[in-house]
């Protein structure tokens, strides 16, 4: 079993930063891959990051791309999502979640976060 939880979030201004964070209760990942997905009111879920544990390697939505920069400490069990520039339509609760073989879909992400909320005001 994994628990996952973030923190991070808050309201803020349009063009504004913030950092998320997302602590790991397990210890060692190896080759599971670390994502970040948002939801807003009334929409699905979406993809918006992931990192793989073990190289690195990450993936970004087209509509956070150059904006947003996922990171990972493996010492702290830790993965951030860095958010600058942030925008209105980037309002949402941002849910980490790990797994096995996760890509841009909620499928093969096993553990999921309880969410953190960011609200980005005009």
């Known amino acids: 079993q994994v628990q996952l939880v973030e923190s991070g979030g808050g309201l803020v201004q349009a063009g504004g930063s913030l950092r998320l964070s997302c602590v790991a209760s397990?210890?060692?990942?190896?080759?599971?891959?670390m994502g970040w997905f948002r939801q807003a009111p009334g929409k699905e879920r979406e993809f918006v990051s992931r990192?793989?544990?073990?190289?690195?390697?990450?993936a970004y939505a087209d509509s956070v791309k150059g904006r947003f920069t996922i990171s990972k400490d493996s010492v702290k069990n830790t993965v951030y999502l860095q958010m600058n520039d942030l925008k209105p339509e980037d309002t949402a609760v941002y849910y980490c979640?790990?797994?096995?073989?996760?890509?841009?879909?909620?499928?093969?992400?096993?553990?999921w976060g309880q969410g953190t909320q960011v609200t980005v005001s005009l």
């Open positions: 397990r210890r060692t990942f190896g080759t599971w891959r």
């Open positions: 990192i793989t544990w073990n190289l690195g390697n990450t």
């Open positions: 979640a790990a797994g096995l073989t996760g890509e841009r879909s909620t499928q093969g992400y096993e553990y």
